[in-house]
């Protein structure tokens, strides 16, 4: 197990294992370009999804959300969603009423 921990980031010709990382991935990239990237992953959650099934990726979705919720609520706290609540009735609200004005100038112009 690997950390950010100064025992953990000794310096190996004048790099930190972290800094060696970086690097690595930085060549990696420049090397193969992000098609690379986007194959290997593209094998990996295949690979995943033959060993786990459907299941296991809604099990991860919904912790995945219940964490980003918890983690935005504690962030912002509870009057943020009412703020954003409001800010998307208004945006619907302007949204329906230009596309009645659309459709009236289209049944003019026909």
């Known amino acids: 197990m690997t950390s950010d921990t100064p025992e953990n980031s000794k310096r190996v010709t004048g790099l930190t294992v972290r800094e060696a990382g970086q690097k690595g991935g930085e060549t990696v990239k ?5 098609e690379f990237y986007e194959e ?6 295949l690979a ?10 809604e099990l ?4 995945g959300g219940k964490k980003g919720g918890e983690a935005t609520r ?4 509870p ?3 009412e703020r954003i609540g409001q800010k998307g009735g208004q945006r619907v609200k ?3 009423e230009e596309g009645k004005r659309a ?4 049944k003019r112009a026909s």
């Open 74 to 77: 504690d962030r912002y706290g």
């Open 79 to 81: 009057d943020f969603y």
């Open 103 to 106: 459709a009236e100038a289209e």
């Open 48 to 57: 995943t999804k033959r060993v786990h099934g459907h299941a296991f990726y």
């Open 40 to 45: 290997i992953g593209r094998k990996g959650g």
């Open 30 to 34: 420049r090397k193969y370009g992000p």
């Open 60 to 63: 991860i979705g919904k912790k």
């Open 94 to 96: 302007q949204l329906i």
